[in-house]
């Protein structure tokens, strides 16, 4: 604690330890505690300060020990600053844990990642695999259908006896069926490009 002409009046025990001089002014001992701190984060708690809010709040670092300062501007009903209570509290196994548990999340994170990597490799494995099923399915048709024409064709030959308007009939039927063998093609395919 401080009094309004900001020399230290009392301090426990941690108080103590952090800063051994008895006789040590408000600024002297604030100066202590942003010994490590980033030069822009240590102009801001400085203007702050020097504005004398209500409440500055600052995380520090001393010989590797965590700190939340907290300093409270203490007015009268005239609003003249009376006493200046600097509030210290050590936060080193908190940050321990925050940091223990921000790796924890990046991990996390990082595992969803590259879960949601597998799942997009197994999906696409998938829709591959099934076109090449499809593909299969429709070269087996395919090639039944072909074997059929052929067959047909073949017959064709072999049968000498055939006149001239049924061997015009049997080649219209054969183009037919080659037709709808393309057709089929045709969907087929496009119904692999979706």
Known sequence: MFNSKDEIIEANSKGKKIYQLKDCKLYDFIHCLLHNQQQEEREEIWENIKKRKDEVTFECFLEGRAYLVTIFFVYNLENSHVYTNVVIHETTKEKELQLELQKQNDMLFRSIEMYKKQLQIINTLEEERARLQLLQTIQNSI??????????????????????ETWQLQLNNLAEDIRKIILEVRTSVLNLKV
């Open 143 to 164: 090639l039944v259908r072909v074997e059929d024409v052929m067959n047909q064709v073949h017959v064709l030959r072999m049968n000498e006896n055939f006149d001239e």
